[in-house]
């Protein structure tokens, strides 16, 4: 990795550059909100973002997708490719950076996912510093920074970005489409009081001390109980979470019945009908859901990638309806009350 300080007035020449070769993706205003969507000019692209409705899985791992095209008569496959485009995500924050890590994990394993790798293999991350809002909480995972899993990462110092390079080809694009100049102490020094200033603005303050000790001893609690009483299973916290994966597989016919379609769609364990299956429903009662995705996300994973399935970034903590977050499951595991 090498360093590089870039001024902030060339970031759209940057933009514009890399529109050439790629289609370039960037937080966007929409309406009070921002979401990463394609940018049609640099002007679009707000990098004072706080953070995006959607995360940046959807550009890997879309909603709903289409795996392979089949012909009813035989069953044989006549189309399986995947149509990719060269792309650049601009300005991910550390916590999705490091949720694209974790997707690996799941996606890019012993028996890849086709489609997910061609579209990963063919992006180009940017990464950008941020300032934590209330409902962050990627210091409790340790994602509040990342050191991998970026060609490029623009560090906020007054006019300039730090430019943290990774990649052949994110050095490729910086001397290609931006001047640029070396770094000095003075440079990193102001690095350096940034991110002091990053750590010192987190307003959480979670206890995940002995957290998966706390989950087994604690699996027959009625915090579960309190939690599923509040919970409207909408799974609105799944499809709005960077490492969310759970999905569905469903067939549709053509109009003339000789060909279809084999759909992939995201799902959620919040849904009752996740665990539906030939002899029943395993999880029926909601308790039983809000347990399992916090199992899953704090100790199931944890147990087979030595990290946690959740990296802070609050989109979970915005979007629920009851206020169940993971904030509020820590301290209710640690105090065995829930907060009212």
Not at 189 to 206: E, G, V
Request: proline residues 5%.
């Amino acid at each position: 990795m090498f360093f590089r300080v870039i001024p902030k007035r060339e970031i759209p020449d940057l933009v514009r550059g890399l529109a050439h070769e790629f289609e370039v993706v960037g937080p966007v205003a929409k309406g009070e909100s921002f979401v990463f969507a394609p940018l049609t000019d640099p002007s679009e692209l707000r990098l004072d973002y706080d953070t995006t409705l959607l995360p940046a899985k959807q550009w890997f791992f879309p909603a709903s997708e289409t795996l392979m095209r089949f012909r009813v008569a035989d069953n044989a496959v006549v189309d399986d490719s995947v149509d990719v485009t060269p792309r650049v995500l601009f300005g991910l924050h550390p916590c999705d950076v490091n949720s694209l890590l974790l997707m690996d994990n799941v996606f890019l394993g012993d028996d890849p996912d086709p489609y997910y790798k061609a579209r990963r293999d063919n992006t180009l991350i940017v990464g950008l510093s941020c300032m934590p809002t209330d409902t962050c909480f990627c210091d409790a995972w340790g994602t509040d920074e990342t050191h991998w899993g970026f060609d490029i990462f623009l560090s906020e110092i007054g006019d300039d970005y730090y430019a943290s390079i990774r990649s052949v080809k994110g050095a490729e694009v910086v001397d290609r489409y931006v001047t640029g100049r070396e770094v000095t102490e003075e440079d990193t020094a102001a690095f350096q009081a940034r991110t002091a200033s990053f750590k010192a603005a987190f307003a959480s303050d979670i206890d995940t001390s002995q957290l998966p000790v706390l989950l087994d001893a604690k699996y027959d609690s009625g915090i579960w109980a309190e939690l599923g009483d509040l919970c409207l299973s909408c799974g609105a916290c799944s499809m709005v979470c960077p490492t969310c994966h759970c999905f569905d597989v469903h067939d549709e016919l053509e109009a003339d019945q000789t060909h279809g379609t084999r759909v992939r769609t995201w799902d959620s364990c919040m849904f009752r009908d996740f665990a539906e299956v030939a002899h029943g429903n395993f999880r029926e009662v909601r308790a039983a859901r809000v347990r399992y995705r916090y199992y899953h996300k704090q100790w199931g994973y944890l147990s087979r990638f030595e990290r946690v399935l959740c990296v802070g970034c609050g989109r979970c903590t915005r979007a629920c309806k009851a206020h169940i977050d993971p904030p509020r499951v820590v301290r209710a595991l640690q105090t065995g009350v829930v907060d009212r």
